[in-house]
Each structure stands twice: as structure tokens, then as C-alpha cells.
């Protein structure tokens, strides 16, 4: 903020700009974040406090932050009302920051838990073959089955539709009316 020359001390000239740049590199950081990660450089009081926040809390390759990591993924289960593809990205999401820090799984093991967080009833035929398999099925080849069977799941349930063209609704309502006589 302020320039200290021969013991007195002036306002920097080019602090405004420094600081309102500084302001738009921390709205940018803040706006690439997920939702649960911003309130931890939300009292950061530059752009270089917050990097330094979340290097400190997430680039770190402590032990607890792996086996936090490992934790997270093994309890990652498929929700009914979500979609495989939803999915499938939150399990890469931590399969790529584990391999990041260090810890790279290899196929069998994402496989793994792609399986392990599937509903065991409804998924059964595609877990089937997927365990008769001699080789790892590669991460894009489970993403597409499990597509296809989400996909034909989606056929076989009965459609709650209830919506009837407008045709067939005055169809049956003027069967129903009774006959006026004649005047």
C-alpha cells in the first residue's frame, strides 16, 4: 500500500490497480471451486492466501489425505434418482486426485469400486459378465455397458405418463354425454 523512502512513507501509485486485480483473480479462484470447497479461502484476504489455503489443504500428499481420498471412494454408491453418468464422474473425479497424489489405481480397481457402489439386484447381469471376464474391462467400455443398461432399465418401467391426447379425452367425454333430444 504505502512506498517507505528516506524515512517517510507515500502512497503506493500503482496499489488501486494491484488490488483490484488481486480481487479479480480471487472471484475467478472462488468461482472455479466446488461449492463445498469455497468456504475454505472465503476469509482469505488475497488471491495469494487463498492459492496458498488450498495448495496447503489439497495438494498436500499427506497420508491422512490419501487414505481420506481411498475412504471417499469406497463409499461412493449409486443413488436411485442419479445417473450412471454422474455417477461414473464422481468415482474418476477421485480415482484422478488420488492418482495425482501419487496413488494411481490400476483398472481392476476402479472397476471395483464402480461395482461396489452399484445396486447388486438391479445391475446384476452386467456385474455378471463383467466378473466373467479374463481381462479388466477398460473405464469407457464399463461407462458405455452400464449406459445400455440404464438405458434399457428406463424402457422396461411402466410409464407414469398419464397424458392422453386431447382427441382421445373428447372421444370418451362425448361418449359419456347423454343424448338431447331433438328440438
Known amino acids: ?17 494491484c488490488f483490484r486485480q488481486d480481487k479479480l483473480l480471487f472471484s475467478a479462484l472462488v468461482g472455479s471451486l466446488s461449492p463445498q470447497i469455497v468456504p475454505l479461502v472465503t476469509n482469505a484476504s488475497s488471491s495469494h492466501e487463498a ?3 488450498l495448495a496447503g489443504t489439497h495438494a498436500s500428499l499427506s497420508r491422512g489425505h490419501i487414505k ?20 461414473m464422474q464422481n468415482i474418476k473425479t477421485v480415482v484422478d486426485e488420488l492418482a495425482i497424489l501419487g496413488k494411481k489405481l490400476d483398472q481392476e ?12 439386484s438391479t445391475y446384476k447381469p452386467i456385474l455378471d459378465a463383467i466378473h466373467a471376464r479374463d481381462s479388466p474391462i477398460p473405464f469407457n467400455e464399463l ?9 434399457a432399465l428406463a424402457q422396461q418401467a411402466p ?11 373428447y372421444a370418451n367425454h362425448q361418449s359419456n354425454r347423454k343424448s338431447w333430444p331433438h328440438r
Open 1 to 17: 500500500m504505502t512506498i517507505a523512502e528516506d524515512g517517510t512513507i507515500t502512497p503506493h501509485a500503482d496499489y488501486p490497480n
Open 51 to 53: 492459492w496458498q489455503t
Open 68 to 87: 481420506q481420498l481411498q475412504y471417499r471412494l469406497r463409499q461412493l454408491t449409486k443413488t436411485p434418482n442419479q445417473s450412471i453418468t454422474d455417477y
Open 109 to 120: 480397481d476402479i472397476t471395483d469400486a464402480v461395482m461396489h457402489g452399484l445396486d447388486q
Open 143 to 151: 461407462h458405455e455397458k452400464l449406459i445400455n443398461h440404464e438405458l
Open 159 to 169: 410409464s407414469t405418463n398419464t397424458h392422453q391426447p386431447v382427441t382421445v379425452f
